[in-house]
């Protein structure tokens, strides 16, 4: 592994390996730090991505590696621990330093960050053991693996009534279960019904399983209602606590008064609010999908062999300005 490159890119799945992809077909040294912790480890297919439609999810990084490495891409196992800035190189005052779980240190002109989010799921028993197999978040990426089944929404945030009118388009057997009634307006209960949504009014007490596969949902009350797929919403949390020492902070991400989680706030091409830092993906948008992700990175990647051809020339011009014999460095 290098000790210095062009670009450390943190984080090895869609977004951070598209990065690296552009990037070493721009010729430039790049370092690809990954924790080996994918969102969508869970899940058996990405979906919604063009030309790769259901491929796994293992599968899709290993294509992704194998590509950036024909290009020069060094990748390596590892959680980053701290990252900071340093002094530049030359007329270029941009570097850092990232410090990685095994002690190693390694530096970068430049950073993109595309280390991803964990979802915290909703605290019901037995629903963790589900979560990416029998329990459900997103109707774009499941709704088609379970269409004309037996649906449970679990309505545990204010969008949990959109929620099941989305998973209402793929079955005429759905079933919201509201735990709280402050969750739920008149106009949106009505909705419900109108559309033919079972309504369960309750606490549900835990998700119920056989032999792996997810059977119902028991109720506080005792009783269980049959089911043969539950979807529930997740809050994802950007994994960004290495980046303190940058000053880098996560914002929510807030749609429609709700808290979908949170995010590193960057502009049209990733650039976060610290200089030469960018990120893309789940780390920036927790509810980018894999092709989304994919695209950010990519723009991400360009932005920052921009950003480093700037530096290029400045540092040419300083070299061509300098008396004859004399260092710029």
């Given amino acids: 592994m290098s000790d210095h490159s062009d670009v450390i890119v943190i984080g090895g799945?869609?977004?951070?390996?598209?990065?690296?992809?552009?990037l070493g077909r721009s010729r430039r040294s790049v370092l690809v730090v990954d924790a080996g912790e994918p969102r969508n480890a869970v899940a058996t297919?990405?979906?919604?991505?063009?030309?790769?439609?259901?491929?796994?999810?293992?599968?899709l990084t290993r294509i992704g590696r194998d590509e950036v490495a024909a290009y020069g891409v060094e990748v390596?196992?590892?959680?980053?621990?701290?990252?900071?800035?340093?002094?530049?190189?030359?007329?270029?005052?941009?570097g850092f330093s990232v410090t990685l779980d095994s002690g190693r240190v390694v530096t970068s002109r430049r950073l993109v960050v595309a280390s991803g989010a964990v979802d915290v799921l909703p605290d019901v028993p037995g629903l963790a053991e589900q979560w990416g197999r029998g329990v459900v978040h997103c109707p774009f990426c499941h709704g088609w693996e379970v269409r004309d089944q037996r649906i449970g929404v679990l309505v545990?945030?204010?969008?949990?009534?959109?929620?099941?009118?989305?998973?209402?388009?793929?079955?005429d057997r759905v079933t919201a279960f509201i735990t709280d009634p402050a969750l739920v307006d008149?106009?949106?209960?009505a909705g419900l019904r109108a559309r033919g949504i079972a309504?369960?009014?309750?606490?549900?007490?835990?998700?119920?399983?056989?032999?792996?596969?997810l059977t119902g949902i028991e109720l506080d009350s005792g009783d269980v209602v049959a089911l043969d797929a539950l979807a529930a919403s997740?809050?994802?949390?950007?994994?960004?606590?290495?980046?303190?020492?940058?000053?880098?902070?996560?914002?929510?991400?807030?749609?429609?008064?709700?808290?979908?989680?949170?995010?590193?706030?960057?502009?049209?091409?990733?650039?976060?609010?610290?200089?030469?830092?960018?990120?893309?993906?789940?780390?920036?948008?927790?509810?980018?999908?894999?092709?989304?992700s994919a695209a950010a990175g990519t723009q991400a990647g360009a932005a920052v062999h921009g950003d480093l051809v700037q530096a290029d020339i400045a540092a040419a011009l300083d070299a061509?300005?300098?008396?004859?014999?004399?260092?710029?460095?």
């Fill in 13 to 22: 799945s869609a977004a951070g390996l598209s990065a690296a992809l552009i």
């Fill in 45 to 59: 297919g990405a979906h919604n991505y063009l030309g790769r439609e259901g491929v796994a999810p293992t599968e």
């Fill in 76 to 94: 390596t196992a590892g959680r980053v621990v701290a990252a900071s800035a340093t002094d530049g190189d030359g007329p270029d005052p941009i």
């Fill in 156 to 171: 545990t945030t204010p969008n949990g009534v959109h929620h099941a009118q989305m998973f209402r388009a793929l079955s």
């Fill in 186 to 189: 008149d106009t949106g209960l």
């Fill in 199 to 213: 309504v369960v009014e309750g606490s549900v007490s835990r998700v119920l399983s056989s032999d792996g596969v």
């Fill in 234 to 292: 997740s809050t994802a949390e950007p994994r960004v606590g290495f980046l303190e020492g940058l000053g880098l902070r996560a914002e929510d991400v807030v749609v429609n008064g709700f808290r979908f989680g949170g995010g590193l706030v960057v502009d049209a091409v990733g650039q976060t609010g610290v200089r030469g830092v960018y990120a893309a993906g789940n780390v920036t948008s927790p509810m980018a999908t894999v092709i989304a």
């Fill in 320 to 329: 061509a300005a300098a008396p004859v014999g004399q260092s710029t460095r």
